[in-house]
Nanobody
Framework: QVHLVESGGGLVQPGGSLRLSCEASGNIFRLNTMAWYRQAPGKQRDLVAAITSGGSTNVADSVKGRFTISRDNAKSTVYLQMNSMKPEDTAIYYC???????????WGQGTQVTVSS
């Protein structure tokens, strides 16, 4: 079992920045891709950005150039640096991870991000 704990959410003004963190613990042997998803009220959960254990990234077009995903494998932690934030970035942000040779997805509890003046 992999346990994911997110932190760093909150209220930010348009144009501002936030940094989310997600630390994995438990049975993290062969931890593979870690990712951030977000879900706004009444909408589906969408991928924001993902990063493999080797550092390859995939970033959604809607946040490309504004959000950066990074990872510290020694700390089993993934980060999401969010800059130039917009009201439409408002959502609950979820951390997700998987392991090599497994089709199980692990999820964090989510952290609220609100962009408003």
């Amino acid at each position: 079992q992999v346990h994911l704990v997110e932190s760093g959410g909150g209220l930010v003004q348009p144009g501002g920045s936030l940094r989310l963190s997600c630390e994995a613990s438990g049975n993290i042997f062969r931890l593979n891709t870690m990712a951030w998803y977000r879900q706004a009220p009444g909408k589906q959960r969408d991928l924001v950005a993902a990063i493999t254990s080797g550092g390859s990234t995939n970033v959604a077009d809607s946040v490309k150039g504004r959000f950066t995903i990074s990872r510290d494998n020694a700390k089993s932690t993934v980060y999401l640096q969010m800059n130039s934030m917009k009201p439409e970035d408002t959502a609950i942000y979820y951390c997700q991870a998987n392991k090599l040779y497994s089709d199980i997805d692990y999820w964090g509890q989510g952290t609220q991000v609100t962009v408003s003046s």
